[in-house]
Nanobody
Framework: QVQLVESGGGLVQPGGSLRLSCLAS????????MRWYRQAAGQNRELVAG????????DYVDSVKGRFTISRDNANNTVYLQMNSLKPEDTAVYYC?????????WGRGTQVTVSS
């Protein structure tokens, strides 16, 4: 059974930091590209960051470059999103995504709220 379970969301003040985690199971994690998406209320889902199966520096949407860092631990089937200098416009539900060819899996999401 494939599972992607996000954690680490919450309420944070502007300028603060959060670290999201996504624990994967039920598929060969180390062969999949992993991505984080987000969806704000009333908005379309947006790709935030991605990292290929072997790791590396990742790719980012322009609005988070220099503030967010994606990383992965293939030994523990986990992908992370370190979010620094958070802004109110980062408020959204953040979703973990795994993709390899036609195989695509989603987590249920974790809420991130940036507010004073």
């Amino acid at each position: 059974q494939v599972q992607l379970v996000e954690s680490g969301g919450g309420l944070v003040q502007p300028g603060g930091s959060l670290r999201l985690s996504c624990l994967a199971s039920g598929f060969p994690f180390n062969r999949y590209t992993m991505r984080w998406y987000r969806q704000a209320a009333g908005q379309n889902r947006e790709l935030v960051a991605g990292i290929v199966s072997t790791g590396g520096t990742g790719d980012y949407v322009d609005s988070v470059k220099g503030r967010f860092t994606i990383s992965r631990d293939n030994a523990n089937n986990t992908v992370y999103l370190q979010m620094n200098s958070l802004k109110p416009e980062d408020t959204a539900v953040y979703y973990c995504n795994a993709v390899k060819g036609a195989y695509v899996y989603w987590g249920r999401g974790t809420q991130v709220t940036v507010s004073s």
